[in-house]
DNA sequence: ATAGACCTTGACGCTCACGTCAAGGCAAGG
DNA sequence: CCTTGCCTTGACGTGAGCGTCAAGGTCTAT
């Protein structure tokens, strides 16, 4: 498989497959004219930065993944270094949570408040809507309701 | 007020100041010799940019804000479009808040069913904790408890 | 007069994950 | 032979919000 058909495969672009080389990421056999070839272990490789990247890991924190793999292992995660990055991202996105609760709680506050001090706050309809809803706490799992 | 006081005062540097001017969101008068100076509006104007800074607006979001201020408005969210901001952001919030959710919950299961398929799970202490407690949900106002 | 502390503009650096040329080599079909 | 389509390396651009010199002007104290 030449570099073309694993970016189509992946759904990526063969520029993203030379930059993970370039970043010890990802690595190719030569053909005789120089081409890169991959194999089946390269694309599940791609597939699994690619679902990390979607948890919002950065292309270092995927490393201890494809180490992982390539040291043989049947999955990425199957090694320790990779348990400890879950735990350490999961950390990461907890402490995001809690920070964003504070904003989004301050946000409230702070538009309530505009919204108090508005001179007209009845002849809305054009510009003005509250956009609060009866949802005081933060949409557990559902987006905010569109009006 | 010389741009090295207002910086001192507002608890940043000259630099941002600067950045602040090209972006035209400051404007200083000149005194004779060329120097920036500053009186207290433009201070709170750095203040308020700072504030709406610290809930993830960026510089240009605040743009509203500072020119409601300019307008002569007591408070920058005294103006329709500063609320809409404030809108438009917190719907922002909340949609970063449901994709956190799901990150989060993917994240657990991984982690679980990892730490599952690892051989022996009780000799930890050492390197794994589970790190995994009782929240099954997200630490809605609480941070992530640290052993 | 000179040192030191301020100020000015201008311009490059930084992070991250690539996008987007540029200039050229390789292989197959017509 | 020529076009077409793939491939190669290299290098600059992107966005956000500044940090960090560089080279020089200004003001105050000694």
Redesign the pocket.
């Known amino acids: 498989m030449?570099?073309?058909?694993l970016a189509k495969r992946a759904g990526t672009?063969?520029?993203?497959l030379?930059?993970y080389e370039s970043q010890g990421l990802l690595t190719a056999r030569r053909a005789?004219?120089?081409?890169?070839e991959y194999n089946d272990d390269d694309f599940r490789l791609v597939k699994e930065i690619q679902t990390l990247?979607s948890f919002g890991f950065?292309?270092?924190d995927t490393r201890p993944f494809v180490d992982c793999l390539r040291s043989g292992h049947e999955a990425g995660d199957d090694c320790v270094d990779s348990i400890e990055t879950y735990q350490r991202k999961l950390a990461e996105v907890d402490a995001c949570l809690t920070r964003l609760d504070e904003v989004r709680s301050n946000l409230v506050s702070k538009l309530t408040e505009a919204l108090a001090r508005q001179p007209n706050p009845c002849e809305v309809g054009d510009r003005i809507a509250t956009g609060l809803d009866d949802t005081t706490s933060e949409p557990v799992n559902a987006a905010p309701r569109h009006r």
């Open positions: 030449r570099i073309g058909d672009t063969t520029r993203t030379r930059f005789s004219n120089g081409y890169r990247q950065s292309l270092d």
